[in-house]
């Protein structure tokens, strides 16, 4: 009975991955390619509390051997609209020709050949699960590995923009090396390995972050394009839904680097109130790193947001290691006895 437990379980867990992994491999090696052109150029936000600036080129193309029913159902030529990453919408003109890839059973889900189907953070995401669950699977790492989650799932959702994958990759890979050490020595309590990864964690997390800052080395006048406000929940119903501490804008604007003439648009949140006018058509002062404009930020923002509404994520991740590795009163002092009383001979 054991074993068919674990056999069904490896199989569910196992059938979406073969099936996700199948699907991109199909898409990748197997999916048509067809010539096609640019028509348009759009940039809208994608999202809420962790929006992102979602850039798309509306491209239009030709099936391979299209029926009468394809061209009905698609058009001829169809057109659809590819996301595509920052330097590609940069450097893609309207009127361009590109090569498409399409997915014959819904030829909408398309993408220019060369892009991956499945987006680089969504595929860090899984897989910092994939090692979150294998560590788990472990009974000296299993309580650290659920805590460490649940910490870094909470500090993504406590974070506004878009879930860094790269964040939860590197926390995964951290426990994953905590996990091996506590299986190799064998010693250790929860609390000092779950310590551990929290604190090595936090500076591998960080460190890209003051980085990418002190990078922004040039400034610009930008246009505020749009505004939205994060404000604290003003009843209890609506504060389980959100935990807003801090109140925070989501500011969408666009700008001209230096040496282009193209607009770069940018997405930054900002402590509500600490930039003066943040009406729609309004002038802010960005700095940006020359080599990734998209990234600027409004000069006079503050940010404690990322740190005051991660307080109650952290916080309960904290008081959850507590209580899961604490031992009850007198645990200590009979394992103690245990180990000093003398072995019987039979």
Do not use: C
């Amino acid at each position: 009975m054991r074993v068919l437990k674990r056999f069904f379980g490896a199989v569910i867990l196992l059938v979406p991955v073969i099936a996700v992994a199948g699907s991109a491999a199909y898409f990748e090696w197997m999916a048509p390619v067809v010539p096609g052109k640019v028509v348009d150029k759009q940039e809208r936000i994608v999202g809420a509390r962790h929006a992102a600036p979602g850039r798309y080129l509306s491209t239009s193309f030709d099936l391979k051997a299209a029926t009468e029913q394809d061209r009905y159902l698609y058009g001829s030529p169809l057109t659809t609209d590819i996301a595509v990453d920052a330097r590609t919408f940069a450097a893609q003109k309207v009127g361009a020709a590109v090569n498409v890839k399409y997915l014959p059973i819904n030829p909408r889900t398309a993408r220019l050949a060369g892009q991956p189907l499945i987006p680089q953070s969504l595929w860090m995401l899984a897989a910092a699960l994939a090692i979150a669950i294998v560590a788990a699977l472990f009974r000296r790492t299993r309580v650290i590995a659920v805590l460490s989650t649940l910490l870094t799932a909470g500090l993504l959702y406590a974070t506004p923009g878009p879930p860094s994958g790269r964040a939860a990759l590197a926390a995964a890979a951290v426990l994953a090396a905590v996990a091996a050490i506590a299986a190799i020595v064998k010693r250790g309590s929860p609390r000092l390995l779950f310590a551990a990864w929290a604190v090595t964690t936090a500076a591998v997390v960080a460190w890209p972050g003051v980085r990418n800052s002190q990078a922004n080395s040039m400034t610009a006048t930008a246009e505020i394009r749009s505004v939205r406000e994060f404000l604290a929940p003003r009843s209890s119903r609506a504060r389980t839904r959100f935990i807003t501490l801090q109140e925070f804008d989501r500011v969408h604007a666009a700008f001209v680097p230096q040496g282009t003439t193209q607009p770069v648009f940018l997405l930054d949140f900002v402590d509500h109130g600490s930039v003066g006018d943040l009406s729609e058509g309004a002038k802010v002062a960005v700095a940006y790193n020359p080599a990734a404009p998209e990234a600027a930020r409004l000069v006079e923002g503050q940010r404690t947001h990322y740190w005051k509404n991660a307080a109650v994520p952290v916080g309960a991740a904290i008081a959850a290691a507590w209580l899961l590795t604490r031992q009850p009163k007198g645990g200590k002092k009979r394992i103690s006895q245990r180990r000093e009383q003398p072995v019987r001979s039979a």
